[in-house]
C-alpha cells in the first residue's frame, strides 16, 4: 500500500532574518521541554531545554518562549545562518519521572543564502 | 568526551529474522534510551534503561526488547522482522547525578531496512 509521511511544516528564510519556529504540546502535566535539530543522516542534537516553571530561556543565538496556557512553545533563531538549515523537532516529558519524550512532527528549516 | 555511540550504522535483514543494535552511551550516563524513526509516525519512544532495568516502555510489540550493562552499554533487539520495521532506531543518554539532569543526547542511530 502506499505509505503516507508526516507533512512537515516548512519555514524558509533569507540569511541573516530572524526565524520563529513553533510548537503546540500535548500534555498539560509535561514539565520540562527541548529543542532538538537534526541534520540529514544525524541524530537529533539537543540545542537548548526549559522547564515549566519558566517562561523563556536564552542561549547563544537561540531564545525558547514557553507559554503554558495555551501549551505552546517557540524557538527563535537569530541571524539565522545556512548552517541552521535542518529539521526543529520540540519535544516534551510526558512520563514525569518515568522519563519519556514525545516529539513534535518536526518543523523544516531551509535558510537562503 | 565521546558522544553516543551506534553500531551498526546501517543494516539490511529480510523478513522474519531478527536484529540486535548496539549502544554506547556518554561516559558517565547510566540512562540509555531507544526511539524509532520513521516518515510516517516521526520519532516515537521504544524504551529507557537504568542501572540495567527497563524502567520505562513505549507502545511497542513485544517483538522489540532491550537490556542494559553492567557498564550501562545497551542492546536493543527485534525479533521475526516485519517490513514496518523499517527505520532509524536513536539510542540516547543521559546523566541522572544529584542534581537532575533531563538533556537526552542521541547518536547518529541505526538506519534499519527490512527487505
Known amino acids: 500500500g502506499e505509505s503516507v509521511g508526516l507533512h512537515l511544516p516548512t519555514l524558509s528564510v533569507q540569511e541573516g532574518d530572524n526565524s520563529i519556529i513553533n510548537c503546540a504540546y500535548s500534555n498539560s502535566a509535561s514539565d520540562y521541554f527541548i529543542w532538538y535539530k537534526q541534520e540529514s543522516g544525524k541524530g537529533p542534537q539537543f540545542i537548548i531545554d526549559i522547564r515549566s516553571n519558566m517562561d523563556k530561556r536564552q542561549g547563544q543565538r537561540v531564545t525558547v518562549l514557553l507559554n503554558k496556557t495555551v501549551k505552546h512553545l517557540s524557538l527563535q533563531i537569530a541571524a539565522t545562518q545556512p548552517g541552521d538549515s535542518a529539521v526543529y523537532f520540540c519535544?516534551?516529558?510526558?512520563?514525569?519521572?518515568?522519563?519519556?519524550?514525545?516529539f513534535g512532527k518536526g518543523t523544516l528549516l531551509t535558510v537562503n543564502p | 568526551k565521546a558522544g553516543v555511540t551506534q553500531t551498526p550504522r546501517y543494516l539490511i535483514k529480510t523478513r522474519g529474522q531478527q536484529v540486535t543494535l548496539s549502544c554506547s552511551p556518554i561516559?558517565?550516563?547510566?540512562?540509555v534510551s531507544w526511539y524509532q524513526q520513521t516518515p510516517g509516525q516521526g520519532l516515537q519512544f521504544l524504551f529507557e534503561?537504568?542501572?540495567?532495568?527497563?524502567?520505562n516502555k513505549g507502545n511497542f510489540p513485544g517483538r522489540f526488547s532491550g537490556r542494559q550493562f553492567s557498564n550501562s552499554r545497551s542492546e536493543m533487539n527485534v525479533s521475526t522482522l516485519e517490513l514496518g520495521d523499517s527505520a532509524l532506531y536513536l539510542c540516547a543518554s543521559r546523566w541522572t547525578g544529584a542534581l537532575t539532569n533531563e538533556k537526552l543526547f542521541f547518536g547518529s542511530g541505526t538506519q534499519l531496512s527490512v527487505l
Open positions: 534503561y537504568f542501572s540495567e532495568t527497563q524502567r
Open positions: 561516559s558517565g550516563h547510566r540512562s
Open positions: 519535544a516534551e516529558n510526558s512520563g514525569g519521572s518515568n522519563y519519556k519524550l514525545t
